[in-house]
């Protein structure tokens, strides 16, 4: 659809550090990135898992620009930038560009339940228009269990009409493999990234462009080699491997799960802050998750190397 | 409680007005403020129908500092600051409570689904411990149908025991009349505040501070009438005649609705202007609602004063 190179493969919502302050840990999330980088993951910061939405736009913008700052590549984010308020979306968007991010994840704006599709239409045109960038590249964000309104096929169709080198691909978190399908079925060259690594085999298959999974975050190297490897003899056995993790970690709250791992990987407890409204894991549900997790072989040593 | 005078009766969730460009628009937000307190109604400005989460924590701090700059009693505003993110709440609740706000009414954190108790206590404790300032209210606003979140009665229990001076009511926007009859015997002294006027007399009856409405921007007399006369012989019989005008109105979306209603009784289109992911009423529907309401004999003259 355009020249410009597109973000593919696995990314990662990344894990958002805090101090005990719940003020954002800037020296930590730089590192954490840097680290998903080398590992050939894109940046997803600022999605579900990154308790994004528990940020203010200045959080946000200033993270952004730690993350710049520090070298890493802009090209390989996509940050999260819809927001319920039309004027947080275009400003949040408006500065990823302005960084060079290679696309932007856009939830629809989320307060408001049963919307029109015209009115999600309208959210997205006016975020498109005030933002008047021809780098800008879409990614929508359908987490209805999540946000509680969804990018449905006929909005999707409507929006690639009328954005076609601007909207190029959706996160798909319904958790609903045949959404994923209609999504691969109805809009060839559409960007389909599935939010879990769940049926991330069979998306590829379908040609998908990756997955943007909150357990990227832990389990980077088995996902990313079921992308490099999707068409090899093992690629079932390996796709088994990554969804049992995955179902393993996800019997107990994501993005406390997450941090509770990084915790132990990294040996640095301050990754187990979480910012209310959500809670970090008891010890008894972390015991049981790294129970779980060892009786699956989990390598918690090899991602301890910092870089 | 406490020797602050309290907010009682009625109190409109103001719409907010916005120009063609989509901006708040100060002048217009003024005027109808300035009528309502004329009409002894409260300002419970920045709620659900206010499109309070289609603006930025910055244009309702705009917003707010015209009021008070206009000279209408911030004693009587109980803007809606409760945001997604705990660092938004903050800032909105701390300038609230700088321009002598007589409240605020605190949705919870709301992108999350599935939170605990624990995580939304330990979000609300965040706020109060952060502003520090002994003159808080905080009314909390349940609105599960739209949030997403709710208040429950164990959460509600725990933080009155915890912030007896500081959480001293709720809007109970369930639409469940159980739940608001649970709230009026399980909590006496906390103020009830239904969300809306269809169950009014009743929660009067049982100990109710009075309604916060979305009809209250046009149906101010109405239901003024009926906190004044609830003991009244007439009581019943007008408690029927707002409930249906709100069964009629409730029939469309409701900001939608409310504000081709001001337009027409305001004579000034500029009213019928709504932000993404909202639409305005399509002329059919408007038709249609103004129709209802004419076979109610609905005064659309009365309300064309302005201040």
Same mark, same amino acid.
Not at 88 to 97: E, F, G, I, P, Y
Not at 146 to 174: Q, T, Y
């Given at each position: 659809?355009?020249?410009?190179?597109?973000?593919?493969?696995?990314?990662?919502?990344?894990?958002?550090?805090?101090?005990?302050?719940?003020?954002?840990?800037?020296?930590?999330?730089?590192?954490?990135?840097?680290?998903?980088?080398?590992?050939?993951?894109?940046?997803?910061?600022?999605?579900?898992?990154?308790?994004?939405?528990?940020?203010? =736009?200045?959080?946000?913008?200033?993270?952004?620009?730690?993350?710049?700052?520090?070298?890493?590549?802009?090209?390989?984010? #996509?940050?999260?930038?819809?927001?319920?308020a039309l004027t947080d979306s275009v400003r949040l968007t408006a500065h990823a560009m302005?960084?060079?991010?290679?696309?932007?994840? #856009?939830?629809?704006?989320?307060?408001?339940?049963?919307?029109?599709?015209?009115?999600?239409?309208?959210?997205?045109?006016? =975020?498109?228009?005030?933002?008047?960038?021809?780098?800008?590249?879409?990614?929508?964000?359908?987490?209805?269990?999540?946000?509680?309104?969804?990018?449905?096929?006929?909005?999707?169709?409507?929006?690639?009409?009328?954005?076609?080198?601007?909207?190029?691909?959706?996160?798909?978190?319904?958790?609903?493999?045949?959404?994923?399908?209609?999504?691969?079925?109805?809009?060839?060259?559409?960007?389909?990234?599935?939010?879990?690594?769940?049926?991330?085999?069979?998306?590829?298959?379908?040609?998908?462009?990756?997955?943007?999974?909150?357990?990227?975050?832990?389990?980077?190297?088995?996902?990313?080699?079921?992308?490099?490897?999707?068409?090899?003899?093992?690629?079932?056995?390996?796709?088994?491997?990554?969804?049992?993790?995955?179902?393993?970690?996800?019997?107990?709250?994501?993005?406390?799960?997450?941090?509770?791992?990084?915790?132990?990987?990294?040996?640095?407890?301050?990754?187990? =802050? =979480?910012?209310?409204?959500?809670?970090?894991?008891?010890?008894?549900?972390?015991?049981?998750?790294?129970?779980?997790?060892?009786?699956?072989?989990?390598?918690?040593?090899?991602?301890?190397?910092?870089?």
């Amino acid at each position: 659809m355009t020249d410009i190179p597109r973000i593919t493969g696995v990314l990662s919502p990344v894990v958002t550090p805090f101090g005990k302050d719940l003020a954002p840990d800037p020296e930590r999330f730089v590192r954490q990135c840097r680290w998903l980088l080398s590992q050939n993951v894109g940046l997803a910061v600022f999605g579900t898992n990154s308790e994004a939405n528990s940020l203010s =736009v200045e959080e946000k913008i200033e993270l952004l620009d730690r993350l710049v700052a520090a070298g890493l590549d802009p090209a390989r984010m #996509m940050p999260g930038t819809g927001c319920c308020a039309l004027t947080d979306s275009v400003r949040l968007t408006a500065h990823a560009m302005k960084v060079g991010c290679g696309g932007v994840l #856009m939830l629809p704006p989320f307060y408001y339940k049963g919307v029109s599709d015209d009115g999600i239409h309208a959210s997205i045109a006016e =975020v498109v228009q005030r933002v008047a960038d021809d780098r800008l590249r879409i990614y929508l964000y359908h987490i209805p269990p999540m946000a509680g309104v969804a990018f449905s096929l006929p909005l999707i169709e409507r929006l690639l009409k009328d954005f076609p080198r601007i909207v190029v691909g959706i996160k798909d978190s319904s958790g609903d493999w045949n959404n994923t399908q209609a999504l691969l079925d109805s809009f060839p060259g559409f960007e389909v990234f599935p939010g879990s690594e769940t049926h991330l085999l069979d998306a590829l298959r379908k040609g998908g462009a990756g997955c943007i999974s909150a357990t990227a975050n832990v389990n980077v190297a088995a996902i990313s080699r079921v992308i490099r490897e999707w068409q090899g003899a093992d690629a079932d056995a390996l796709q088994d491997g990554i969804a049992r993790t995955r179902g393993a970690i996800q019997k107990f709250p994501m993005v406390a799960a997450n941090k509770a791992i990084l915790a132990r990987v990294r040996d640095d407890p301050a990754w187990d =802050v =979480v910012r209310p409204p959500l809670r970090p894991l008891a010890a008894e549900a972390k015991a049981q998750l790294f129970q779980a997790l060892e009786a699956l072989q989990f390598d918690f040593g090899r991602r301890v190397a910092t870089v």
